[in-house]
């Protein structure tokens, strides 16, 4: 079965530090694997994803990701936050069947502190 | 280049009233289509797909139901509204074949309360 975990529903950072969002995943097969950021009360935008090329995968924003097999995570990071950066973060795996479908972690939101 | 539409934005709606949300995607051809469920504090959840039109699978038992009568439209619907169907509905598209990303892109939502 696959499944995604994202390790913390909330995160607080202060703005200018580093952003750490964890998330493990669980799948019978090479995964692919996305980060997606929400707004408040706006659709989901692609950060990110990973579909077994280089396994450390740059996004928008400057967002990261570093895939590792061996962990089963994908942890999004960011050298500096913005104040911008507050939103909801949902890492997401897709489920090898053949209509692509998604498999969405519950959700980290993410606030950013002046 | 493509766009995903959402209408209404936003609902508000009695129990036991019908329901009709609407999504259309401008600018690609036989898409795959997905409406989700966001409820308040969580992920989402997968509700309904479309491989193509008149071809609906359900993912979740429920008293929703979705209809896909153009290629670029997905509409989602109920009969009667349950206080549990309040939400965030999101509508997403991909192309999802051989050789194309699979990258699923999502339209703005619509946020439903049902009173």
């Known amino acids: 079965a696959q499944s995604v975990t994202q390790l913390d529903s909330h995160v607080s950072v202060s703005e200018g530090t580093p952003v750490l969002l964890r998330c493990n995943y669980s799948?019978?097969?090479?995964?692919?694997l996305f980060w997606y950021v929400q707004h408040p009360n706006k659709g989901l935008q692609l950060l990110l994803k990973?579909?077994?090329?280089?396994?450390l995968v740059k996004g928008i924003n400057g967002f990261e990701a570093e895939f590792k097999k061996s962990e089963t995570s994908f942890h999004l990071t960011k050298p500096s936050a913005h104040m911008s950066d507050a939103a909801e973060y949902f890492c997401?795996?897709?489920?090898?069947?053949?209509?692509?479908?998604?498999?969405f972690g519950a959700g980290t939101r993410l606030a950013v502190h002046p | 280049s493509q766009t995903i539409h959402q209408w209404p934005a936003t609902l508000v709606q009695p129990v036991g009233s019908p329901l009709s949300l609407e999504c259309t995607v401008e600018g690609t051809s036989n898409p795959n289509l997905y409406w989700y469920r966001q409820a308040a504090g969580r992920g989402l959840q997968l509700l309904f797909y479309s491989v193509g039109i008149g071809q609906i699978s359900s993912e979740v038992p429920q008293n929703l139901s979705a209809s896909r009568p153009q290629d670029r439209q997905f509409i989602l619907s109920s009969k009667k509204l349950l206080l549990s169907d309040s939400g965030f509905y999101l509508c997403a598209w991909n192309l999802g074949r051989a050789g194309y990303q699979e990258t699923q892109y999502f339209g703005p939502g619509t946020r439903l309360l049902v009173l």
């Open positions: 799948s019978s097969y090479s995964p692919s």
């Open positions: 997401v795996v897709r489920f090898s069947g053949g209509y692509n479908k998604l498999i």
């Open positions: 990973y579909t077994s090329a280089a396994t």
